[in-house]
T-cell receptor, first 116, second 115 residues
Framework: AQKITQTQPGMFVQEKEAVTLDCTYDTSDPSYGLFWYKQPSSGEMIFLIYQGSYDQQNATEGRYSLNFQKARKSANLVISASQLGDSAMYFCAMREPTGSARQLTFGSGTQLTVLP | SQTIHQWPATLVQPVGSPLSLECTVE??????LYWYRQAAGRGLQLLFYSVGIGQISSEVPQNLSASRPQDRQFILSSKKLLLSDSSFYLC??????????????FGPGTRLTVL
């Protein structure tokens, strides 16, 4: 069963505007971790932000924030004040249970294009 | 600071030839190490992970194998490549122990084309 769902294969946003990238997940474990990675055309995966299932507050890292809605099992990434350099593929990922050595399960990704 | 290296960056190999991709991590000890594969325009698929020297867990059965001969070295191999092995291969590491973190950090990747 698919555990991470990203329903937006492609998104466009105007430079300096905010954009939300959707991510929903499915798990029966109460302890899990949610991640967002950015993959520019060079191919390298760049870690952006992390949210633990027990974290009380939504994670924020600079212009990135994670809108964590536990009851709805969603972990949307919000990028504020988009920049041209934000154009990339964005992946949502989950690890369960938190702290395990096991893999991250990745979504299919969202291609974000920032327009000048 | 920690860094992760992968080589080669690109590789073109004939069908049936062997493969060896190397990944090394600097600046950390006893990391968890991972090999992922990414088909064009798709998400990442975990191939192998390792929690220590000589300890390899396989997630997807196929003609690839992995080895960890040293603490910070992870090798992806194949005895005979298939056309379907053409992909983008990414190595990643995760810190363990008291300074451990949740996120995995990725190398620059190897783009493999099998002809």
């Amino acid at each position: 069963a698919q555990k991470i769902t990203q329903t937006q294969p492609g998104m466009f946003v105007q430079e300096k505007e905010a954009v939300t990238l959707d991510c929903t997940y499915d798990t029966s474990d109460p302890s899990y971790g949610l991640f967002w990675y950015k993959q520019p055309s060079s191919g390298e995966m760049i870690f952006l932000i992390y949210q633990g299932s027990y974290d009380q507050q939504n994670a924020t890292e600079g212009r990135y924030s994670l809108n964590f809605q536990k009851a709805r099992k969603s972990a949307n990434l919000v990028i504020s004040a988009s920049q041209l350099g934000d154009s990339a593929m964005y992946f949502c990922a989950m690890r369960e249970p938190t702290g395990s050595a096991r893999q991250l399960t990745f979504g299919s990704g969202t291609q974000l294009t920032v327009l000048p | 600071s920690q860094t992760i290296h992968q080589w080669p960056a690109t590789l073109v190999q004939p069908v049936g030839s062997p493969l060896s991709l190397e990944c090394t991590v600097e600046g950390t000890s006893n990391p968890n190490l991972y090999w992922y594969r990414q088909a064009a325009g798709r998400g990442l698929q975990l191939l192998f992970y390792s929690v220590g020297i000589g300890q390899i867990s396989s997630e997807v059965p196929q003609n690839l194998s992995a080895s960890r001969p040293q603490d910070r070295q992870f090798i992806l191999s194949s005895k005979k490549l298939l056309l379907s092995d053409s992909s983008f291969y990414l190595c990643a590491w995760r810190a363990t122990g008291p300074g451990g973190t949740n996120e995995q950090f990725f190398g620059p990747g190897t783009r493999l084309t099998v002809l």
